[in-house]
């Protein structure tokens, strides 16, 4: 595809439901990331995967917070007993080995 | 971890002025960009520059790797320049990218 894609573009759920986020990054890119960002914050980082697997996870907040990418290329964002706190825009990166990072648009996330 | 800090915080502009926004970071790094959040979120690669001066049309940056900063020059800046100015960086400690807290800037036509 032409960029990074994310689906969905919103997502509203209630406290303690599971939610996954999809990204579709940019086709050829190894070079995987998640980040989330809170309003007037800037992006904070979640994990990094080099291929299919996680070679940083060092953002991730706590086990509630999973990620996927099983065939290097789609990746899967996984929230298990959401909380209002997860409520954040969710954003995916790719890149070439050590190159310029592409964001996609976001996921909105809204836990009530 | 590694420290980003990002300077001014705010920035309003008259169309067609001149601006430099700076990022300062604690540490050795591997890499540094610099990004543009539009109005609607999305975020913009605006350059890769561990190191040296590239410049992109109206647009220029430099990387002091030494010294520990960066600068982001915007000339003759427009409307359509306003948004939030990111700097990040990657720590030489694992693959992490860490982010200023942005510069908000409005250019006011």
């Known amino acids: 595809g032409a960029g990074v894609s994310q689906t969905p573009s919103n997502k509203v759920t209630e406290k303690g439901k599971y939610v996954e986020l999809r990204c579709d990054p940019i086709?050829?890119?190894?070079?995987l990331y998640w980040y989330r960002q809170s309003l007037g914050q800037g992006p904070e980082f979640l994990i990094y995967f080099q291929g299919t697997g996680a070679a940083d996870d060092s953002g991730l907040p706590n086990d509630r917070f999973f990620a996927v990418r099983p065939e290097g290329s789609v990746s899967t964002l996984k929230i298990q007993r959401t909380e209002r706190g997860d409520s954040a825009v969710y954003l995916c990166?790719?890149?070439?080995?050590?190159?310029?990072?592409?964001f996609g648009p976001g996921t909105r996330l809204t836990v009530l | 971890g590694i420290q980003v800090e990002q300077s001014p915080p705010d920035l309003i502009l008259q169309e067609g002025a001149n601006s430099t926004l700076r990022c300062n970071f604690s540490?050795?790094?591997?890499?540094l960009q610099w990004f543009h959040q539009n109005p609607w979120g999305q975020l913009i690669n605006l350059f890769y520059i561990p190191s040296g001066t590239k410049q992109n049309g109206r647009l220029s940056a430099t990387t002091v790797a030494t010294e520990r900063y960066s600068l982001l020059y915007i000339s003759s800046s427009q409307t359509t320049d306003s948004g939030v100015y990111f700097c990040?960086?990657?720590?030489?400690?694992?693959?992490?990218?860490?982010f200023g807290a942005g510069t908000r800037l409005f250019v006011k036509a």
């Open positions: 086709s050829g890119h190894t070079a």
């Open positions: 990166a790719s890149s070439a080995l050590a190159e310029e990072q592409f």
């Open positions: 990040a960086v990657e720590d030489t400690g694992g693959f992490k990218t860490i």
């Open positions: 540490d050795s790094v591997n890499n």
